[in-house]
């Protein structure tokens, strides 16, 4: 993959005059990002749909193309040409403004996400901060759609889900700090390689593990994905925040959620799973060399898409939390034991205890 | 200390009952092949069996010579208790010159009728019975108003 | 906070309005997806916690009970299924008994254990489908599936021996309208024994989770004294230790012969009432074994006149069903149709205590209360 893109890279410099080539490489990107941001949530929205089948006991779409592989499209096809509406009594300017925001926030974080092995869009040396610092700009598109829709649903939805990504962030955070710690980077790259020997998963000892749970709990809640859904929470407030939007402007909300899950997701894998780094005992070993055939981005996407079916899995199985439960959750429970945890990172790292 | 133990007993059986849940749905993801319990409906439409005695539509059985049983007596039409059944009779003149009633038309309403068997248990002579077709939908209401006696048909002999 | 500006302020004038002026009101239903059907609750809301409840019935009242008077006392019966759709058989069960007592008629013991045996599996039925919905209303959408794979079974038994799978019109003054299939008594131990070995399910899923047990301890306390005066009934009430069980009160058919505990919780709470209801699967599945080899032989059905008489008189009877007590009355005035028909209907004295119940909680407790109580919209407006 970095052939690849460096040949790109060093021909297009070749070719035009270094503007025109930076511009062309703008181009280039934004495509593939817009194709990746529809791509995740064709497979993702027909993941979930399969997985909840599967522990329901049901068949999930099976009508559409062999298996049912093209029921996502076809619903995406039926949402582009239903009408766009928006309803009388809303804040015009904002309530079509929250749907983007949503999913501008949603790509941007894509851009310091490592795909496989010298394949990112920016190698920013403050990648992981980026990543936190972006992705909780999404509260405010969803504020922005409670508020603007004029509706008490929504208005209680976004009111709530801004009272969950805030505090659920903390978490988040410490959590990452307890890799950061033993990594010694914020950079993504130099995040991955320091996981060549292994991953943090099995060389952080305790401290690893347990910020690697809190990890997944405080991004499942930050997605707003259930058993932490109160945001939408469809037998308490119908829809919660997207209660009035239809047609496409719903499902950029919808795709957005899956975006999110898929960056979340890849970065839980970047930090604790060793990213596009395969799976290495030690250094040298055969079993490395073996390990080392299978090609980066698909070590990559099997991490990412394992933590994405956990957080499927949670979905199809708990109930919800309410709103007073899932902040003493956060308050009470994940930010004692993940700021205490992070001293023990800091401390086994301060020792040089991990592996 | 006890507090401590008390906090990290609540976190670890809190994390217990969760992953028996999880277990559980995991188990089923697995295990999906043979658990799956929906059909394929419309696929499995010539397989679909269905009880003898499930409440579809109510059917006049008409026999092979195209006789039916039906003796027009609106037993059935009393006991509907929401006027699904419409009985119109005729006076048919028998052998001997005397006049009888005998069945003209059955009218029955399928957009009305609830399923009720009321009118099967009615019928003394046994003539209608209820059917196993479920697949009702018409694109026209009028076409649920059915006539149950097939053209041309007569009471079977013997039948009073 | 909100702005004064708000959709239901100014379309819908409500019969009261907040004291506050923080309070906001909202119309939950009549569509809504947590209503089980058509009920429109008004609430008031301070934040997120709950003032205020009022309910508002009517969008599904079919004057059941007036039909009823021009209608026939065979007639009568299958409308009954359509109030309580869950347990149409109890219904049809109560009726069966009032016309039953009016005509003095001794119905055969066949027929009477092959009522109890419907009777119970109809409960099993209804609990089935209730904690699948409870479970959705606080937001675990899986064990749906789980509770219909069981109440399918039951649907398939009820569709071979009566012939319709929810209105089943089965029961009739006299006894039951037709015998038992010959598969009924093996479909029903298959059903048993697959049931028994299922049960644990329900609760690795759900009684037992953390975070449904936080959502439903404590949440939604009734005490005895009010469930009382409140005239709650069934499940509901033996939630808050109330004896209410017309099974064991006032023993129909063949219940008196019958070994089976009445399930009372003292909690009050939602889980107590949750408790008492998955508790009752298993007291129904041990009625229904010590009855299905035991079915006596004889008449399914009383010898009866084609068309009923009742004599002069006031007729009272009285049913449990899954959700609570069931009073038929019934005025005749010597016809063959009912002069008035009064139903006591379960759901709509449980539904009374909702706003008692939910008052000071948050509105997702506020679903969780309503799945609690196991509200059947056409219960309640019949």
Known sequence: MQNITDNIHDWLYATFNPTIAMLIEFAIIGALAIGLFAMLGLVLIYMERKVSAVMQLRLGPNRVGPKGIFQTTADTLKLIVKEGMTPNGVDKLLFNLAPFIVMIVAMVVLAPLM?????????????????????????????????????????????????????????????????????????????????????????????????????????????????????????????????????????????????????????????????????????????????????SSVWFFGKTFFLIFVIMWFRWTFPRLRIDQLLNLEWKYLLPISMINLLLATFIAIMKWHF | MGFIKNYLGEVLGAVKSLATGMKLTGKYALKHRKEKITQLYPDNRDTLLLPERFRGEVVLIHDENNEHACTGCTACEIACPNGSIKIITKFDLTPDGKKKKALDTFVYHLDMCTMCNLCIEACPTDAIKMDQAFEHSVTNRNDLIKILNKPGSKIRDGVE | MYRETSIVNESTPTPFSGNGESDMIINVGP????????????????????????????????????????????????????????????????????????????????????????????????????????AMDVGALTPFFLAFREREMINDIMEETCGTRLTMNYMVPGGVMSDIHPDFQKKVHAFIDHFKKKIHEYDELITDN??????????????????????????????????????????YEVYDKLQFDEIIEAGGDSFSRYMVRIKEMKQSMSVIEQLIDNIPEGDFQAKTKAVLKLPKGEFYSRVETARGELGVYLISEGGTTPYRIKFRSPGYCNLSALDHMARGQKIGDLVAIMGTLDLVIPDIDR
């Open chain 1, 115 to 295: 795909f496989a092995k010298g394949f990112q869009i920016w190698d920013i040396n403050i990648g992981v901060f980026f990543i936190t610092a972006v992705s909780s700009l999404s509260v405010i598109g969803i504020l922005m759609a409670g508020w603007a829709s004029n509706n008490k649903y929504s208005l209680l939805g976004a009111m709530r889900s801004g009272a969950q990504i805030v505090s659920y962030e903390l978490s988040a955070g410490l959590s990452i700090l307890a890799v950061i710690v033993l990594t010694g980077s914020l950079k993504l790259s130099e995040i991955i390689t320091s996981q060549e020997n292994g991953w943090w998963i099995f060389k952080g000892h305790l401290p690893v593990w347990i910020a690697f749970i809190i990890f997944i709990i405080a991004v499942t809640a930050e997605t707003n994905r259930a058993p932490f859904d109160l945001a939408e929470a469809e037998s308490e407030l119908t829809a919660g925040f997207h209660t009035e939007y239809s047609g496409m402007k719903f499902a950029l909300f919808f795709l957005a959620e899956y975006v999110n899950i898929f960056v979340v997701c890849a970065l839980g894998a970047t930090l604790f799973l060793g990213g596009w780094m395969p799976l290495h005992f030690g250094t040298g070993t055969k079993f490395n060399e073996v390990m080392d055939y299978i090609p």
């Open chain 3, 210 to 251: 953390i975070i449904f047990q936080n959502r439903t301890k404590g949440v939604g306390y009734i005490s005895k004294e009010d469930a009382i005066s409140y005239g709650m009934s069934g499940p509901s009430a033996r939630g808050s230790g109330v004896q209410c069980d017309i099974r064991k009160l006032y023993p």
């Open chain 3, 31 to 134: 569509q809504h997806p947590s209503t089980h059907g058509v009920l429109h609750l008004i609430i008031t809301l301070n934040g997120e916690t709950v003032k205020k409840v009022e309910p508002h019935l009517g969008y599904i009242h079919r004057s059941i009970e007036k039909m009823c008077e021009s209608l026939t006392y065979r007639q009568f019966i299958y409308v009954t299924s359509r109030m309580d759709y869950l347990s149409a058989h109890i219904n049809n069960h109560g009726c069966a008994l009032c016309v039953e007592k009016g005509m003095q008629l001794e119905v055969p013991p066949r027929a009477q254990v092959i009522r109890v045996l419907m009777d119970e599996l109809t409960r099993l039925a209804s609990h089935q489908l209730w904690w699948g919905a409870l």
